[in-house]
């Protein structure tokens, strides 16, 4: 699996926009980029994950690079509920294997 | 949909006992099933992956002698620490992965702590 760069932190405000960057440089063209995020001490959780196009639910959008080598998280309205590590990850579509790398700790502040 | 739950959700042992962990798919079935370890403040490691009806696979530098990963059933997988010592103490994860889906997400526990004295 490519590997994969983050800030080890970030602050957002609450009610404005969090943007968690991952770079990586490195992807193959068959490897998708999963978001999960991890609140403290409980299991990771899903948010989204996508291959080239621009992806959007519920929780967040991913914003990927043209040339796929950098991706962007984004939520919309952070609240403090959303301070979490944020883990950004690629792997092979059908491959089962999730390998984590350190994350972003997003820290929301009212 | 999709509930992973781990139990028990913490655990304090003696030294040289064995632990076991139970994580169990509760409204899907999961072919293969993943225990990971965290240790504070670092970020999660892949231990083993685990099949139903077969034997687990483990990570470079696991030991699967002391790491003892049982899958017999499709909702249940359980890792018992065999002879378990201090620098055992960790969060475990687990996370299982639907059978059949189309998508290859994985669902996670809400993590085991383990505390060994």
């Known amino acids: 699996d490519a590997k994969t760069t983050q800030p080890p932190s970030m602050d957002c405000a609450e009610g404005r926009a969090a943007n968690l960057p991952c770079n990586h440089s490195?992807?193959?063209?068959?490897?998708?980029v999963y978001w999960y995020r991890q609140i403290h001490s409980q299991g990771p959780q899903y948010i989204i994950h996508?291959?080239?196009n621009n992806e959007t639910n519920e929780m967040a959008s991913l914003i990927i690079t043209e040339d796929r080598k950098s991706s962007t998280l984004i939520l919309p309205h952070a609240t403090l509920r959303d301070t979490a590590v944020y883990y950004c990850?690629?792997?092979?579509?059908?491959?089962?294997?999730?390998?984590f790398g350190s994350g972003t700790k997003l820290n929301v502040k009212p | 949909g999709a509930v992973v739950s781990q139990h028990p959700s913490w655990v304090i042992c003696k030294s040289g006992t064995s632990v076991k962990i139970e994580c169990r798919s509760l409204?899907?079935?999961?072919?293969?099933m993943f225990w990971y370890r965290q240790f504070p403040k670092q970020s999660l490691m892949l231990m083993a992956t685990?099949?139903?009806?077969?034997?687990?696979?483990?990570e470079q530098g696991v030991e699967k002698d002391k790491f003892l990963i049982n899958h017999a059933s499709l909702t249940l997988s359980t890792l018992t620490v065999t002879s378990a010592h201090p620098e055992d103490s960790s969060f475990y994860i687990c996370?299982?992965?639907?059978?059949?889906?189309?998508?290859?997400?994985?669902?996670f526990g809400p993590g085991t702590r383990l505390t060994v004295t």
């Open positions: 996508g291959l080239k």
């Open positions: 990850i690629v792997r092979v579509y059908n491959f089962n294997k999730f390998y």
């Open positions: 996370s299982a992965r639907v059978t059949q889906a189309k998508t290859y997400e994985q669902y």
């Open positions: 409204d899907f079935q999961a072919t293969t």
């Open positions: 685990s099949n139903e009806g077969s034997k687990a696979t483990y």
């Open positions: 490195t992807i193959s063209g068959n490897e998708y």
